[in-house]
């Protein structure tokens, strides 16, 4: 009988939450309810405990004996009840055999691991055959043996779940045993499937080698169990009855462990990861697995290879495959993008996480089991090739070999052993509970509450359990981004210390399978920035890690860490750079992105160091009239010309920056691109007209002005469409103020003019920027500027429909307003004629289409790659959209723009083009503006053809916002929009 003072109260601080029917329960147990209450309150769920424990008690044959024994032995009572309270799938277990709690009786169960050996002996008798035979073959009925393979196996999995739950076994012990377990019953799981295959089963030698979790002897109590076959025909034995006996061996061992039974399952076999997966053969011969690892494997392959182990069947023949393999695997590094196409790979794993899922998945999620897999792994494959000792498949000790030997850092080595022995121990008591294959953190309270207490936080266990797997997720996710570059570092830095540390050789290796093309080189660079005891050494080595992770992630690693070096060089000693970088982690990724991507900035960057600051700010382009003013005002610092362009210059060149930086990190769309650009001109060219207006005033002795000047944007300055290699297409325009001599006017605006373009093309610390008057009248043969009245007679006399067309551009963007406005008012009839193009001027524009296609294409380059010229290219667009203006832009004003997409809008509204041919143009040329911007980004310097360098064209890839190893989907994206641009424009411009 249960104690009076047993009341709701002390049950529920005992754990307990159904006290009504805890009570009733309790009474059912009579006197032996109040010795087993504390013990009870102790496990997992406590009401889940008491109620399988009543429910064993009404099944057993002796239900007294089963109460006495709790009672008597507490080791006894401690086993059962934290199974019953922690696992409703072994308490149904119990339920159908109920002999099977005297196993728990077992005093050596608290201190003994059984043998591997011993396990396989009881699982292969228990289907009826001879664990000392060379092929053990069942003998037991085919259904008596399955469901008798069933009830061992959870005989067993009875007896180590209770060892785990209350004798606080290690995971790696328990998932040994748990290894040790399923190797056995695929063992029986062979035997039985020998007697199904008959006499046939002796043609072949079958050898079942253990892959993933099974192989790395680390199983879970729920997994899919990952196996390869390998067979070769006995001696005597014809090639395919052979592979045939094979074949239906290996077929039948994986139905006997994955069929349902009365019994249940036990888990499935999956032998997906064999070579061509699903698609290829269930077994193979060594020379067939050798062909295809020589010719066709793919790097994961070669990563999951490494937990190859024989557990099964022919074990000489097993072993023979593991030798075969062996140097392949260990030499899986050398192969070229090793580390990215693993890395791609773990990307692909967390994109395909359910969005549900994610904050709460234990395995795949960031932070979780995998990324720790993952790593140790990958630290194995490169520095395994050339030390032996930090090959083993098992998790835990690949580590403990890995941190005892200097590969990853003392501290981190055994922090990550502490969060991935606390994640494992977690995905145990979640499978455990209904023998589930489950990797996800249930989020229901009475679940969280039951693993927390599981977990041995008995006091909130839901608030702690939820803080510890915070802390060793956080845990994770910082050694991870630390693991491979910290021991780097300590390889290099001339700082005192008695950990192991990596050799230069293994420093290098490490390098250069992260994708450093020269590692020594980059060994050199980690050195000049780490070495010594100063506080700018300390700090890079804090930030570094992070710093050759983000590098090791961009398209040029090598570039990225010696900009880096240069950088840190101008600016290591300034109190904000290392700062910044420490405390803001978006700006110091930021910078690494841009320093491994783009060449470009890097070189905008170095000339303007005050950069890194910027990237915690807005990238987004600023206005004209801002920059404007910036620019004046620096200039106004200056009384001598060249220094006062320089300032402007100065300014000109931190916007661009800040537009290339925006660009590069995929902030900023591209026609936002072309139109900063386009107002950063505006301004630069406001500003220098103004200082070299003053300046030439001065040098002539004017007291006024004798003219007032505008500037005409044209071409793509003019549409707003500007790259960062495009000259500035303009006009200059000039209208002498009355009663001024027209002579000295005209000389003074050209003075004015050659002064802009003279100050703006010098050689400096930034992009010169080239003014191109080469589409005013007459060309390069006509005046460099010209008054309002020339330019009107010239239009009427002798203009062009190629003029016209040039004109679509004009936008009149600086100097004197009324100029601006009075040009506009004269270009606007011929490029918008009221009655459209007559068909000569068509076919005139289409002549010329042709004949730019044919000659200016450069000799040598691709129609198909070409970004200008090309088939589907920027020429093929804009001509059509200009094509359509001049056809119609008299009687539509929605096409008076000189912007390209906005004139195509306007088309469209008018339904001049239909909306889905207007929508493949408009996706061709921001593609083909994109690509161009992302390749001078790229290369440093304009280009007009993508790369044939595939470092090159990954990069600008990875500009373009494709992740890495998506160079060729890149490529095909690109073709495939050009492919249909071409096709519109056939239709459209051709007619």
Not at 112 to 134: K, S
Not at 556 to 578: K, M, N, V
Request: glycine share 8%; charged share 25%; hydrophobic share 45%.
């Amino acid at each position: 009988m249960i104690r009076a003072a047993t009341t709701k109260g002390s049950l529920l601080r005992l754990g307990f939450a159904d006290t009504d029917t805890a009570l009733s329960h309790l009474q059912e147990l009579g006197g032996a309810a109040d010795p087993l209450l504390a013990m009870i309150g102790r496990t997992a769920d406590p009401d889940i405990a008491l109620h399988e424990l009543v429910r064993l008690r009404e099944v057993v044959a002796e239900p007294a004996e089963l109460l006495d024994e709790l009672v008597d032995d507490e080791g006894t009572a401690m086993r059962l009840l934290s199974v019953l309270g922690a696992s409703t799938a072994l308490a149904d277990h119990l339920v159908r055999h109920p002999e099977h709690w005297r196993e728990l009786t077992d005093p050596t169960l608290g201190s003994t691991r059984p043998a591997a050996f011993a396990v396989r002996a009881g699982l292969l008798e228990a289907v009826g055959a001879d664990p000392h035979d060379d092929h053990p073959t069942a003998t037991l009925p085919d259904a008596e043996a399955v469901d008798a393979l069933r009830v061992e196996y959870r005989r067993v999995l009875l007896r180590l779940a209770s060892r785990d739950l209350s004798h606080d076994v290690g995971i790696d012990d328990a998932a040994a045993e748990l290894s040790d377990l399923a190797a056995g019953t695929l063992e029986a799981g062979l035997a039985i499937a020998r007697q199904r295959v008959g006499e046939p089963a002796a043609l072949a030698r079958l050898a079942v080698i253990a892959m993933g979790k099974l192989g790395g002897h680390e199983l879970n109590y729920v997994s899919d169990v990952d196996v390869i076959f390998v067979y070769e025909p006995v001696e005597g034995a014809a090639e395919q009855p052979a592979l045939r006996a094979a074949t239906q061996l290996a077929s039948q061992m994986i139905r006997v462990c994955s069929d349902h039974t009365g019994e249940g399952t036990i888990w499935p076999v999956d032998a997906a990861l064999r070579p061509e997966g699903k698609a290829g053969p269930l077994v193979r011969t060594l020379a067939s697995h050798r062909g295809y690892y020589e010719r066709w494997a793919k790097t994961w392959e070669f990563q999951a290879l490494l937990k190859a182990r024989p557990v099964a069947g022919d074990l000489a023949l097993g072993r023979e495959y593991v030798e075969m393999v062996a140097p392949m695997v260990w030499s899986a590094a050398e192969r070229d993008g090793f580390v990215s196409d693993a890395q791609a790979m773990r990307r692909r794993v967390i994109e395909h996480i359910p969005a549900r899922e994610a904050d709460r998945q234990l395995k795949l999620g960031s932070g979780g089991l995998r990324d720790v897999e993952f790593a140790v792994q990958l630290l194995q494959l490169v520095h395994g090739r050339m030390d032996e000792a930090i090959r083993p498949a098992t998790t835990l000790s690949a580590l403990a070999q890995l941190t005892a030997r200097g590969y990853v850092g003392r501290e981190d080595g055994e922090a990550l052993h502490e969060a991935y022995s606390f994640l494992r121990t977690l995905e145990h008591r979640i499978q455990l509970f209904q023998l589930r294959r489950i990797h996800v953190v249930p989020s229901d309270e009475p679940s969280l509450r039951r693993l927390g207490r599981s977990m041995r936080f008995l006091k909130e266990p839901v608030v702690a359990l939820d803080r510890a797997w915070q802390h060793h997720r956080r845990e994770v996710r910082r050694l991870h981004e630390k693991l491979f570059y910290r021991p780097l570092l300590t390889a290099v830095a001339s700082i005192p210390g008695s950990e192991a540390r990596l050799s230069s050789e293994a420093a290098g290796a490490r390098l250069a399978a992260l994708g450093y093309a020269d590692p020594q080189a980059a060994l050199r660079h980690l050195e000049a920035l780490t070495s010594g005891v100063s506080r700018t050494a300390t700090i890079q080595r804090a930030i570094l890690p992070a710093m050759l992770d983000w590098f090791a992630e961009g398209p040029d690693p090598d570039a990225g860490l010696f900009g880096f070096r240069r950088i840190s060089e101008t600016l290591g000693r300034t109190p904000w750079y290392l700062k910044t970088l420490r405390d803001e982690g978006q700006v110091a990724e930021r910078l690494a992105h841009l320093l491994s991507s783009s060449r470009y900035v890097t070189s905008l960057l170095e000339r303007e160091p005050l950069g890194v600051q910027m990237l915690g700010e807005d990238l987004t382009p600023l206005s004209a009239e801002p920059v404007a003013q910036e620019m004046l005002a620096a200039a106004g610092r200056h009384d001598d010309l060249e220094k006062a362009v320089r300032g402007i210059r100065a300014v000109r060149r931190r916007e661009l920056y800040r537009i290339a930086a925006g660009d590069a990190l995929g902030l900023t769309d591209v026609a936002d691109v072309g139109q900063g650009l386009s107002r950063l001109t505006d301004a630069t060219l406001q500003a220098t007209l103004h200082v070299a207006a003053r300046t030439v005033r001065e040098q002539r002795s004017l007291e006024e002005t004798p003219t007032r000047i505008a500037i005409i944007a044209m071409g793509r300055y003019g549409g707003f469409e500007l790259s960062y290699s495009s000259d500035a297409d303009v006009l200059f325009v000039h209208e002498p103020v009355e009663g001024a001599d027209l002579q000295q006017a005209t000389s003074y605006a050209q003075a004015v003019a050659n002064e802009i373009r003279r100050l703006l093309a010098l050689p400096g610390g930034d992009p010169p920027l080239q003014v191109d008057a080469d589409l005013r009248p007459e060309g390069k043969q006509g005046a460099l500027v010209r008054t309002l009245d020339s330019y009107a007679a010239y239009y009427a006399k002798w203009s062009k429909v190629w003029e016209a067309q040039a004109l679509l551009r004009a936008d009149a963007v600086v100097g004197d307003e009324d100029v601006r406005r009075r040009f506009v008012e004269l270009i606007d009839p011929l490029r918008f004629p009221e009655d459209g193009l007559s068909d000569d001027d068509v076919v005139e524009v289409r002549r010329i289409k042709a004949r730019v296609d044919k000659e200016r294409l450069p000799r040598g380059a691709d129609p198909q790659l070409h970004l200008k010229l090309g088939r589907g290219g920027l020429a093929d667009i804009e001509w059509t959209v200009q094509l359509l203006q001049m056809q119609h832009a008299g009687r539509v004003p929605g096409l008076r723009t000189p912007q390209t997409l906005g004139a195509l809008a306007g088309a469209a509204e008018a339904g001049l083009i239909s909306e889905d041919d207007a929508e493949v143009l408009a996706l061709g040329w921001r593609t083909v503006s994109r690509v161009r911007n992302a390749v001078t980004l790229v290369r440093g310097q304009a280009a007009d053809e993508l790369p044939r360098d595939a470092r090159q064209r990954a990069a600008v890839a990875s500009v373009l916002g494709y992740p890495p190893g998506a160079t060729d989907e890149m490529v095909n994206d690109y073709l495939r929009r050009m492919r249909r641009a071409r096709g519109v424009v056939e239709r459209v411009f051709w007619g």
